[in-house]
T-cell receptor, first 110, second 116 residues
Framework: QKEVEQNSGPLSVPEGAIASLNCTYS??????FFWYRQYSGKSPELIMS????GDKEDGRFTAQLNKASQYVSLLIRDSQPSDSATYLC??????????FGKGTLLTVNP | EAGVTQFPSHSVIEKGQTVTLRCDPI?????LYWYRRVMGKEIKFLLH????????ESGMPNNRFLAERTGGTYSTLKVQPAELEDSGVYFC??????????????FGEGSRLTVL
């Protein structure tokens, strides 16, 4: 089992829709969870961090964490073409390292 | 505030040659990380500096890779001799924070290494 798993996509949504990105992780002791956005050829950029169970909202982005299910998700409301990018789920685990998933490619169609 | 800068952005070398990648972290960031993304795979941890000390180098693939951070400022990652499987994008990241907040990293745009 991979340490951090994401659907590679591509995930395609129409402009204005909700994009839902999912991630599961294997290290039960993990405490910190992050979503990075990476445009093609650019650096990964932190967009959300979440440390406790439940939802965390920041503008159009909502991160959801369920430690019992070892599941973290990112919802993007009112998706815009500028949201088209690869979204990387990252988990800071008991090995004191940040472990990344392969990323999900999101395409928002005008 | 300047971000994390990496040089070169792209390097093409022959198998057996040497390449040195450089990273300038954000000023004041004691924590500096190197990661690598091989095509089709996830971004993988290579090593972590705290100031000039190697905190964790468990992700370094083998002894052909040497990282340094003299004076606790910029860092270099040397690959000598390069092999075909070393091709990939090498990312540098920095952070002021440690512990559980250590996942809040600022990344450079990466150095793409192609070994022929």
């Amino acid at each position: 089992q991979k340490e951090v798993e994401q659907n590679s996509g591509p995930l395609s949504v129409p402009e204005g829709a909700i994009a839902s990105l999912n991630c599961t992780y294997s290290d039960r002791v993990s405490q910190s969870f992050f979503w990075y956005r990476q445009y093609s050829g650019k650096s990964p950029e932190l967009i959300m961090s979440i440390y406790s169970n439940g939802d965390k909202e920041d503008g159009r982005f909502t991160a959801q964490l369920n430690k019992a299910s070892q599941y973290v998700s990112l919802l993007i409301r009112d998706s815009q073409p500028s949201d088209s990018a690869t979204y990387l789920c990252a988990v800071y685990g008991s090995n004191y390292k940040l472990t990344f998933g392969k990323g999900t490619l999101l395409t928002v169609n005008p | 505030e300047a971000g994390v800068t990496q040089f070169p952005s792209h390097s093409v070398i022959e198998k057996g040659q040497t390449v040195t990648l450089r990273c300038d972290p954000i000023s004041g960031h004691d924590n500096l990380y190197w990661y690598r993304r091989v095509m089709g795979k996830e971004i993988k941890f290579l090593l972590h500096f705290v100031k000039e000390s190697k905190q964790d180098e468990s992700g370094m693939p083998n002894n052909r890779f040497l990282a340094e951070r003299t004076g606790g400022t910029y860092s270099t990652l040397k690959v000598q001799p390069a092999e075909l499987e070393d091709s990939g994008v090498y990312f540098c990241a920095s952070s002021r924070l440690a512990g559980g907040l250590a996942g809040e990293l600022f990344f450079g745009e990466g150095s793409r290494l192609t070994v022929l």
